[in-house]
């Protein structure tokens, strides 16, 4: 399943770069390090992952933590935000914090962020009726082999072959 939404202006021009590697290659941080939730959210052993309208790559769904939430209510809060699903929280299971210092957010306001991202799956028996919102151009569930021909968010990129790779097991949990 694919559902798209056509942006306004077809503007190709990136409002944020990311960047994970060594931090000496990414701009320096203006801000204090920015804490995030993700979902690696399964179908049929295909990763649902969105075109995000923000930098033309695909990523995966989630986003930034409130300061009075969980990384678990941050989850639910931007899934149903992002796809317009309301998934219960015990239905979140955690997986894996990546906390790379070079896994930086640059926007073209100027600011720059380092990225914490607390990852969960959350694996689905049937693909759901969604709906697209602004922070996305599509929403796709993608095999593995599909995966290779896409261009993902280098801040979700290990993310994605982490799962891919190491799937349920306790090796990507205690990563």
């Known amino acids: 399943?694919?559902?798209?939404?056509?942006?306004?202006?077809?503007?190709t021009m990136a409002?944020?770069?990311?960047?994970?590697?060594?931090?000496?290659?990414?701009?320096?941080?203006?801000?204090?390090?920015?804490?995030?939730?993700?979902?690696?959210?399964?179908?049929k052993n295909r990763l649902l992952l969105e075109k995000r309208s923000d930098s033309d790559v695909w990523g995966l769904v989630g986003g930034g933590c409130?300061?009075?939430?969980?990384?678990?209510?941050?989850?639910?809060?931007?899934?149903?935000?992002?796809?317009?699903?309301?998934?219960?929280?015990?239905?979140?299971?955690?997986?894996?914090?990546?906390?790379?210092?070079?896994?930086?957010?640059?926007?073209?306001d100027g600011s720059v962020w380092r990225m914490v991202i607390v990852v969960y799956a959350l694996e689905l028996e049937e693909e759901p009726e969604m709906r697209i919102s602004r922070e996305s151009k599509a929403l796709r569930f993608f095999s593995r082999e599909e995966i290779g021909s896409i261009q993902i968010a280098v801040t979700h990129a290990d993310i994605v072959e982490d799962w891919f790779v190491k799937?349920?097991?306790?090796?990507?949990?205690n990563k």
Request: charged content about 25%.
């Open 66 to 108: 409130k300061k009075w939430e969980t990384g678990r209510q941050a989850i639910v809060r931007e899934v149903y935000e992002e796809l317009g699903l309301r998934i219960a929280p015990e239905r979140f299971r955690k997986l894996a914090v990546y906390d790379n210092p070079g896994r930086i957010a640059a926007f073209r």
């Open 15 to 43: 409002i944020v770069t990311f960047y994970n590697g060594d931090p000496k290659d990414a701009p320096k941080t203006t801000m204090p390090a920015h804490l995030g939730a993700n979902a690696v959210i399964t179908c």
């Open 167 to 173: 799937g349920k097991s306790s090796a990507f949990v």
């Open 1 to 11: 399943m694919m559902v798209k939404r056509n942006c306004p202006g077809g503007s």
